[in-house]
């Protein structure tokens, strides 16, 4: 048996692994805690900051988190018209580290908006548990991040998508950047809703399709899953505020747990990477109606979680090969590489570099691990990449402005003719070869 390093180990087997830890934390911390009373309790801290999830300063060389104290808190609903409606039973005033407990009447409520006042200055936050008579749910730090979610979030609720896009994608792609461009712009927060109600679009009508397969039981497997991922990543984020670190972990975390609400529904990691493939491309396309810094903040965003899907779908075809310590390594190394150059990137050319840079590790160790088709697989990485090849297709097909149909249909024909081109060149190899191959020079070459 073939040696697989620890790392390897580890994130291969951590997927499964993170989605059951965050459903049995889902399952103590983040549904509902009795707390006695006859009101729902939602408990939070206000932070204010600008920065990830927290306001953080140095202290003695440690941590400490930097809370707003007085400031007035109120829970409220979103109308259809997006503005505010207060259902708390009254206001209350945070502590001197910036802590509060506030209390509805309302029960079996989801999506209630902690709002906190000070002076001048407001932060909002949305409550993504479902709050319940006699029990207490958490809010994670309230800053100028979730403030950014919260008035998305209203914006999806004015144009009638709050049932297509779900609190997951609102966790996952408004990160800290994104919300620096949404606060800045008024016009931001519905170019940013439209960008999320088409990734939801495209991915919902693309996994009904032949080629992706997945029926409408999994999605609702899916979905839900993803829902108590997301609300185990708020209260995490709520339990862990005084450390930055455990912040950034949370979030890794939670990206791992999504991905695992697709795996434990029996969807392959390389059908996920695909499909996320296609609904990221229109939800870049979308995009770009913004500012150019807000585009950019936005195509890093999902950049960014794209590639944990294609880095841990193609560690699996690594080892699916046959593939040996040292060479998945090797691919490992690539895909931290890939991720934490994303993550320093400041222009798209550079984010586009960095696929590039995978896409040569990927088929290099390739042809190391199934030596015997080295030449050949040579030559189908150059004819997917020539001027007339299926990339260059891809390519036309995606340029204009496109409807959902024609972003699946793009794709699906690209992995397609790879797939039959592989079948083609590969006479003589084995099932899990052509598969191994296959997948690999899809996932080195999809962005």
């Not at 006695?36 to 440690?62: C, E, H, M, P, R």
């Not at 695992?260 to 770009?288: C, D, G, H, M, P």
Request: net charge neutral; aromatic share 6%; glycine share 6%.
């Amino acid at each position: 048996m073939l040696g697989i390093s620890k790392s390897r180990f580890r994130l291969l087997y951590g997927i499964p692994l993170v989605f059951l830890f965050l459903l049995l934390t889902s399952c103590s911390n983040d549904n509902p805690v009795d707390s006695g009373g006859a009101n729902a309790k939602v408990t939070g801290k206000v932070t204010g900051d600008s920065g990830l999830y927290k306001s953080l300063k140095k202290s003695s060389g440690a941590e400490s988190i930097q809370g707003i104290s007085g400031a007035t808190v109120i829970l409220a609903q979103v109308q259809a018209d997006g503005s505010l409606k207060t259902v708390s039973t009254q206001s209350v005033q945070t502590d001197l580290n910036g802590s509060f407990t506030v209390e509805t009447s309302l029960s079996s409520a989801q999506n209630l908006v902690v709002v906190a006042t000070k002076g001048a200055s407001q932060w909002k936050a949305v409550v993504y548990s479902e709050v319940k008579s006699n029990s207490t749910v958490y809010c994670q730090p309230v800053n100028t991040q979730t403030t950014a979610h919260a008035d998305v979030y209203s914006q999806i609720v004015v144009s009638g998508q709050a049932s297509t896009v779900s609190s997951a994608d609102l966790q996952m792609y408004l990160t800290s950047s994104v919300a620096a461009q949404i606060n800045s712009s008024t016009t931001a927060r519905s170019q940013f809703a439209s960008c999320l109600a088409s990734e939801s679009q495209v991915r919902t009508q693309a996994s009904s399709h032949t080629y992706f397969g997945v029926s409408n039981s999994q999605l609702q497997t899916i979905e839900n899953a993803r829902a108590q991922a997301s609300v185990a990543f708020q209260s995490s984020l709520h339990s862990h505020a005084e450390s930055q670190s455990s912040a950034s972990q949370d979030f890794r975390t939670y990206q791992q747990a999504c991905i695992a609400a697709y795996t434990n529904a029996s969807v392959k990691l390389e059908t996920y990477a695909k499909l996320l493939r296609v609904s990221s491309r229109a939800y870049i396309t979308q995009s770009a109606q913004m500012s150019s810094s807000a585009y950019f903040s936005a195509s890093q965003s999902i950049s960014a979680y794209l590639a944990v899907a294609i880095r841990s779908a193609a560690e699996s075809k690594f080892q699916e090969a046959g593939a040996s310590s040292a060479q998945m390594s090797a691919v490992t190394s690539a895909g931290v590489t890939l991720s934490a150059s994303i993550a320093g990137a400041t222009t798209i050319g550079q984010i586009n570099d960095a696929y590039v840079q995978y896409h040569n590790t990927v088929v290099a160790q390739l042809k190391v691990v199934l030596s015997a088709y080295a030449s050949l697989i040579t030559t189908l990485d150059a004819n997917i990449n020539a001027a007339a090849g299926v990339k260059a297709n891809l390519n036309v097909a995606l340029s204009g402005a496109l409807s959902t149909s024609q972003f699946i249909n793009a794709y699906t024909s690209f992995y397609s003719a790879i797939a039959a081109s592989v079948q083609t060149t590969l006479t003589g190899a084995s099932g899990v070869q052509v598969s191994s191959i296959t997948e690999l020079l899809i996932l080195a070459n999809m962005n």
